[in-house]
C-alpha cells in the first residue's frame, strides 16, 4: 500500500508539472446588465440601445474590460443611430483594449467601428480598408453573422464606389453569406441590392434588375421596409434609366419619393434620380426642379452629380449659359473633392494585396509557433508517458506476484464448488430415476428380461450416488481449508457463484415440473398415462406433435440424428419419454410385453451403431432418451 501511495504522489506531481506548461487563456468577465441589455438589442433596436448607454454610469477606468466594452458600443449605436463621431477616441480605446485579447468578436467590432470612422469621417478609405481586413480576418472565428455582413457590405463600398467591380461583388457576396446565416431580412435585403449596384456597375443590367427585384421583395417582408424599399427602388430607377425605360425608372422613382416623403426621410438621392430622367426626356422645367432639390444635399456625389445634370441641361440653352457654367465649376469643385477621397484604384488594389500578404504572414507565423507549442508538448506528453510505463510495469509485476496465489485459490474453489454442485445435481437425477425405475419394476412383474435390466440399473444408480456422497464430503472439506485463506473479494465470488448454480438446479426442476403439468393439461397424453390404449394413426401424430412441443422437437432431432429409425421406433421412444411402463407401452403398442422389450432393444441397438462408443451400452435406453 506504501508503495501504490508514493506512485500516486510521484504521477500527481508529473501532471502538475505538465498542467504548468499549459497556455493560460483568460477568460471574459461578465458584462455589466446595462452593457449586456445596449448590445441585446443594437441590431433590432439601436435607438434603444443608445438611450441605455447615455443613461447609465459610465464604467470606472480601472475596469478596462467594462470600459473598453461601453466605448465600443456606445460608438457602435452612435453610428447605427446616424450621430456624428467628432474622433475616434472612444473606438480607439476598445480597440488599443481588445487588440492585445483573445476576443475575436471584440476585435472584430473594434476594427469594424474604426474602419467606419475613418471611411466615413477622415474621408482615409486605405486605412479604413485595413481596419475592415484584419476585422474581417478575426469575424471568421465567431458566430457573429451580423457584425460579420456589416463588415463585408463596407469593404464591398470601399471597392463599388472606386469601380472595382470584380472586388466589390465579392465582398457584397460574402455580406449575403452572413446575412442569410444570420437570418436577417433586412440585411438579406440589403446584400441583396449591393450585389445588384455592383452588376450595374460592371454594367450587367439584367442581373442588376434581378437582384434588385429580389430585394424588393424580400424588404417587403420586413418591419422597416418603409425605409429600405425606397433606397432599393431608387437605386432600381438609376439601372432602368442606363437602359433606357424611363417610363418604368420614373415610376420606381416617384413611388421610392412618396414612401419617403410619407416617412419625412431625406429624398435627396430621388430627386436627383428623377431629374436625370427628366433630362433624358427632354423635360427641362421638370428636370430643373428636381435637381435643384438635389444639389441641397449634404451627400458629396449626390451633390456633384446633380450640378453636372444641371450643367448638361442647361448648355445648350444660350439665355442659360452663363449659369450652365456656373453648375460647371461648382462640378469640377466637388469632383476634385471626390477625387482626394477616391485616390485611384491602383492604391486601393495594392493596398488590399498587402493586407492580404500581411494576414497570410501572420497565420503563417502563429502556424509555425502552434507547430513548434505542440512538438514540445508531445515531447513532454512522451516523456511522461513512459515514465508512467515504467511505474506501472513495476507496479504490474508486483500486482501479478500477489494475484497469482489469488488467482489459483480463486480457481480452485470455483472447481470445488462447481464439482459439488454437479455431485448434487446429479444425485438427485439418480434418485429420480432410481423412484421412476422402482416404479416401473413394480408395474412390469413377470417381465423376467426387463426386471433384470431394470434391477441392474437401479443398483447402478445407487452404488453412483454413494460414491458421489464420498467425493463430495472429501471436496467440502478441501474447501474449508481454503476458505480460511481467502480474501473478501474471493468469498464474494464464491458466494456469487453459489448463488448462480443453486438458481440453474432450481429452474432445472421448475422446469421439469412444468413439464409435468403441461403432460396433465394435455388431454391425449393425459389420457394416454392413465388409461393407456391402441392409438389411431391421427392420435399418434397428435401424440407426435405435443412431444415435439414439449421437448424441443424431440422427434425431429432423433430423425435428424438417426435417420434409420422407423415410425414405430420414433412411436416407442415417445412412449419412453413419457416414463411409461412396460406393460403399458404394450396396451398402447396392442402388442405383447416381450414384444416391447425387443423393440426396445432393437432401438438400442440402432442408437449404438449411430453414436459408437459416444454409448455407454449398460446404460438403459429409457435413462438415454429420458436425458436426450
Not at 425605409?227 to 430607377?237: C, G, K, V, Y
Not at 433384470?452 to 445407487?462: C, D, K, S
Not at 432393437?602 to 451400452?617: A, C
Request: glycine share 2%; charged share 25%; proline share 2%.
Amino acid at each position: 500500500m506504501l508503495l501504490s501511495n508514493k506512485y500516486i504522489v510521484c504521477i500527481w506531481g508529473i501532471l502538475l508539472v505538465l498542467s504548468c506548461t499549459n497556455t493560460h487563456t483568460e477568460s471574459s468577465p461578465t458584462l455589466l446588465p446595462e452593457l449586456a441589455q445596449a448590445e441585446n438589442c443594437m441590431y433590432a433596436y439601436p435607438d434603444s440601445a443608445l438611450h441605455i448607454l447615455k443613461k447609465m454610469t459610465p464604467p470606472k477606468v480601472t475596469d478596462k474590460y467594462q470600459y473598453a466594452t461601453w466605448c465600443l458600443l456606445l460608438s457602435q449605436a452612435k453610428i447605427k443611430n446616424y450621430v456624428k463621431l467628432e474622433s475616434d477616441s472612444l473606438i480607439s480605446i476598445g480597440y488599443k483594449y481588445f487588440q492585445q485579447k483573445e476576443n475575436p468578436q471584440r476585435k472584430a467590432l473594434a476594427g469594424y467601428l474604426e474602419g467606419v470612422y475613418y471611411n466615413d469621417e477622415r474621408h482615409e478609405a486605405e486605412t479604413a480598408l485595413k481596419c475592415y481586413l484584419e476585422a474581417a480576418t478575426e469575424i471568421e472565428k465567431t458566430k457573429d453573422y451580423q457584425l460579420a455582413h456589416l463588415i463585408h457590405a463596407e469593404i464591398g463600398h470601399i471597392y463599388a464606389y472606386r469601380s472595382l467591380v470584380d472586388y466589390a461583388t465579392s465582398a457584397y457576396q460574402k455580406a449575403y453569406d452572413f446575412a442569410k446565416l444570420s437570418n436577417n431580412k433586412r440585411y438579406i435585403a440589403l446584400s441583396l441590392s449591393y450585389i445588384g449596384r455592383a452588376y450595374s456597375i460592371k454594367p450587367d443590367m439584367d442581373k442588376a434588375i434581378d437582384y434588385y427585384e429580389a430585394a424588393i421583395k424580400i424588404a417587403k417582408e420586413t418591419d422597416d421596409k418603409q425605409f429600405l424599399t425606397p433606397d432599393i427602388l431608387n437605386e432600381l430607377a438609376s439601372v432602368h434609366t442606363r437602359i433606357p425605360n424611363y417610363k418604368q425608372a420614373l415610376q420606381y422613382a416617384m413611388d421610392a419619393l412618396k414612401i419617403n416623403k410619407k416617412n419625412h426621410r431625406n429624398s435627396s438621392q430621388n430627386y436627383l434620380t428623377i431629374g436625370n430622367i427628366y433630362r433624358n426626356l427632354k423635360m427641362k422645367d421638370s428636370a430643373q426642379y428636381y435637381l435643384e432639390k438635389a444639389i441641397l444635399s449634404d451627400n458629396i456625389y449626390t451633390t456633384c452629380c446633380a450640378y453636372q445634370a444641371l450643367y448638361y441641361l442647361n448648355r445648350n440653352t444660350p439665355q442659360s449659359y452663363s449659369k450652365s457654367m456656373q453648375y460647371c465649376d461648382k462640378f469640377y469643385t466637388y469632383l476634385d473633392s471626390i477625387t482626394k477621397i477616391k485616390h485611384g484604384e491602383e492604391i486601393i488594389a495594392m493596398k488590399e494585396k498587402y493586407e492580404h500578404e500581411k494576414l497570410l504572414n501572420e497565420k503563417k507565423t502563429l502556424q509555425i509557433d502552434n507547430e513548434r507549442i505542440i512538438r514540445h508538448s508531445l515531447y513532454i506528453i512522451l516523456s511522461i508517458v513512459i515514465l508512467i510505463a515504467i511505474l506501472i510495469y513495476i507496479y504490474q509485476r508486483k500486482l501479478i506476484q500477489k494475484g497469482n496465489t489469488i488467482q489459483t485459490q480463486e480457481e480452485q474453489l470455483r472447481m470445488y464448488s462447481q464439482q459439488i454442485h454437479e455431485n448434487e445435481m446429479q444425485m438427485e437425477q439418480n434418485e429420480i430415476y432410481i423412484a421412476q425405475l422402482s416404479e416401473q419394476l413394480n408395474t412390469n412383474q413377470g417381465l423376467h428380461d426387463a426386471i433384470a435390466e431394470q434391477q441392474n440399473a437401479l443398483n447402478e444408480f445407487r452404488l453412483k450416488n454413494e460414491k458421489l456422497q464420498k467425493e463430495t464430503a472429501l471436496i467440502q472439506q478441501n474447501m474449508a481449508e481454503h476458505s480460511q485463506k481467502m480474501q473478501g473479494k474471493l468469498k464474494t465470488q464464491l458466494a456469487d457463484f453459489n448463488a448462480v448454480a443453486e438458481e440453474n438446479t432450481r429452474l432445472r426442476k421448475r422446469e421439469e415440473f412444468l413439464c409435468n403439468q403441461l403432460i396433465s393439461q394435455i388431454k391425449l397424453l393425459d389420457s394416454l398415462i392413465k388409461a393407456p390404449k391402441a392409438l389411431t394413426a391421427y392420435e399418434w401424430a397428435e401424440v407426435e406433435k405435443e412431444i415435439n412441443r414439449l421437448y424441443d422437437n424431440f422427434t425431429q432431432r432423433m430423425r435428424k440424428q438417426f435417420p434409420t429409425l422407423s415410425d414405430n421406433d420414433l412411436q416407442v421412444c415417445c412412449l419412453i419419454k413419457l416414463h411409461l411402463s412396460v406393460t403399458n407401452m404394450a396396451d398402447i403398442l396392442n402388442i405383447s410385453p416381450t414384444s416391447v422389450s425387443k423393440r426396445k432393444q432393437r432401438l438400442k441397438e440402432q442408437i449404438i451403431k449411430e453414436l459408437g462408443d459416444d454409448f455407454d451400452k449398460s446404460q438403459l435406453i429409457d435413462i438415454w432418451i429420458w436425458r436426450y
